[in-house]
């Protein structure tokens, strides 16, 4: 268990704690909140790992499976926590999901997704969030609402870091519950994944007024009631990219404008990283959603299997993957990258 460098982090925390006890620090409140939040995240760690050490002492005087269960659980914690090197693996995420071609079966698929991200987060304890979903313009036939776009904000620790490789195109073939003819049917849907950035970087990300074009709309879903009384959802747009972001959860026109706004600087700062970018500016290229190779397959007919086509992981149990059962794809995709 060495390889966890306990020593090391309790020295680190040790650190923190002088850190964050000096009334200097608290002068720069984003700075203090900053290392407040490290010191958290770096307790909670050292916690998890003394129950590591205590359920291993347990096995040792009386094995019993729910012991055994519990040390391999949060061993893999530690375990995949290790790989989490990136620099905004431990914010929040963003989540958007994109219905490709196809009406009513893809967004039927788009709102699959959702719901599956939505149970996922919930197996771990993550709060999420509908900020913003544009619905399909017909019934489902399912129950479900048809999406064609939608985004939701989680927040939970690592959200970002055991999300982030979810992004791409992910495939369904099924027979369509929209077809008179029982037809077999292919749809494709687009993930999108983004750090909510610390206040730091989005402080960073300086965006002319001339750049953007902002829309106000009617919120279609959340927002209480100013449901389809009065315009307070807002669209903007940056124009140098075409990058787009949305918000409607809040109340205020005022209060979706700064959750928008925030979203808009956490895709620009992504680009820029992709690209290397140092400067706004030098984001000359039109950006759009990613409509690249698939990364997973999920067939319900004629069998039952969902298939990561980059790790090659996979499994027979359809519905259970469906209902947020999805650890195996997210930690084997994690761990092949790590290596």
């Given at each position: 268990m060495g390889g966890f460098d306990v020593e090391n982090k309790k020295n680190k925390l040790k650190e923190l704690e002088f850190e964050i006890s000096d009334p200097d620090l608290w002068k720069d409140k984003v700075k203090a909140e900053e290392k407040t939040?490290?010191?958290?995240?770096?307790?909670?760690?050292?916690?998890?790992?003394?129950?590591l050490e205590t359920y291993v002492a347990l096995i040792l005087e009386s094995p019993n499976?729910?012991?055994?269960?519990?040390?391999?659980?949060?061993?893999?914690?530690?375990?995949?926590?290790?790989?989490?090197?990136?620099?905004?693996?431990?914010?929040?995420?963003?989540?958007?999901?994109?219905?490709?071609?196809?009406?009513?079966?893809?967004?039927?698929?788009?709102a699959m997704l959702l719901?599956?991200?939505?149970?996922?987060?919930?197996?771990?304890s993550w709060?999420?969030?509908?900020?913003?979903?544009?619905?399909g313009d017909f019934q489902s036939k399912t129950g479900r609402h048809p999406i064609r776009n939608a985004t939701i904000e989680i927040k939970g620790d690592y959200a970002y870091g055991y999300l982030k490789k979810e992004a791409g195109?992910?495939?369904?073939?099924?027979?369509?519950?929209?077809?008179?003819?029982?037809?077999?049917?292919?749809?494709?849907?687009?993930?999108?994944?983004?750090?909510?950035?610390?206040?730091?970087?989005?402080?960073?990300?300086?965006?002319?007024?001339?750049?953007?074009?902002?829309?106000?709309?009617?919120?279609?879903?959340?927002?209480?009631?100013n449901v389809n009384k009065v315009e307070t959802a807002v669209r903007i747009t940056?124009?140098?990219?075409?990058?787009?972001?949305?918000?409607?959860?809040?109340?205020?026109?005022?209060?979706?404008?700064?959750?928008?706004?925030?979203?808009?600087?956490?895709?620009?700062?992504?680009?820029?990283?992709?690209?290397?970018?140092?400067e706004i500016s030098d984001l000359k290229v039109k950006a759009k959603p990613e409509w690249g190779s698939q990364i997973r397959s999920y067939v319900l007919h004629?069998?039952?299997m969902v298939k990561d086509h980059r790790t090659n992981t996979e499994t027979s149990g359809t519905e259970a993957v469906l209902d947020g059962h999805i650890d195996q794809f997210i930690e084997s995709e994690l761990q092949y990258k790590g290596k």
């Open positions: 939040k490290e010191y958290g995240e770096l307790k909670k760690s050292l916690n998890r790992f003394s129950e499976e729910e012991d055994y269960y519990r040390t391999h659980k949060i061993l893999r914690e530690l375990e995949i926590q290790k790989i989490f090197t990136g620099p905004h693996d431990r914010q929040p995420a963003i989540l958007s999901v994109y219905a490709g071609a196809g009406g009513e079966d893809a967004a039927d698929w788009a719901s599956m991200y939505e149970k996922y987060s919930a197996l771990r709060k999420t969030k509908l900020v913003h979903e544009t619905l195109v992910h495939r369904l073939v099924r027979i369509s519950p929209f077809s008179s003819k029982k037809l077999r049917h292919t749809s494709f849907a687009l993930i999108e994944v983004l750090p909510i950035l610390p206040e730091v970087d989005e402080a960073a990300i300086k965006i002319p007024p001339e750049d953007l074009k902002i829309d106000l709309f009617r919120s279609s879903g959340p927002g209480g009631q940056h124009i140098p990219t075409g990058l787009v972001s949305a918000s409607q959860v809040e109340r205020s026109q005022a209060q979706n404008k700064e959750r928008a706004m925030s979203f808009l600087r956490s895709k620009i700062f992504t680009l820029m990283h992709e690209r290397e970018l140092k004629p069998y039952q």
